[in-house]
């Protein structure tokens, strides 16, 4: 088992930026794949980016590629999201999970039901 809590989610302007943090406690985080997901109301939750064992291979949508950056510290069993050139359609509730994987090149994971663990989100609102 492995439990997810996120945190650094919050209200910015257009523009900004911010850096949710996802602390893993459970059982060895190093050899999960993780990723970020988020869900605007009304919508259906969407890959954001995804991040192998050692972090060595990402995986980013298009709608936020070049703006936003994935990255994990294994040593402290937390994963990041930094997020820059905030826009008010990046407005969602911003959720970390993870799945285990025998494989460290493994990354690509982007469906929901591909994911095992799951945080319990965190509100990310971007003003105009």
């Known amino acids: 088992q492995v439990q997810l809590v996120e945190s650094g989610g919050g209200l910015v302007q257009a523009g900004g930026s911010l850096r949710l943090s996802c602390a893993a406690s459970g059982r060895t985080f190093s050899s999960y794949v993780m990723g970020w997901f988020r869900q605007a109301p009304g919508k259906e939750r969407e890959i954001v980016a995804t991040?192998?064992?050692?972090?060595?291979?990402?995986y980013y949508a298009d709608s936020v590629k070049g703006r936003f950056t994935i990255s994990r510290d294994n040593a402290k069993n937390t994963g990041y999201l930094q997020m820059n050139s905030l826009k008010p359609e990046d407005t969602a509730v911003y959720y970390c999970?993870?799945?285990?994987?025998?494989?460290?090149?493994?990354?690509?994971?982007?469906?929901?039901?591909?994911?095992?663990?799951w945080g319990q989100g965190t509100q990310v609102t971007v003003s105009s």
């Open positions: 991040i192998s064992w050692t972090g060595g291979r990402t």
């Open positions: 999970a993870a799945r285990s994987t025998p494989y460290s090149g493994s990354y690509r994971y982007t469906d929901v039901s591909d994911y095992n663990y």
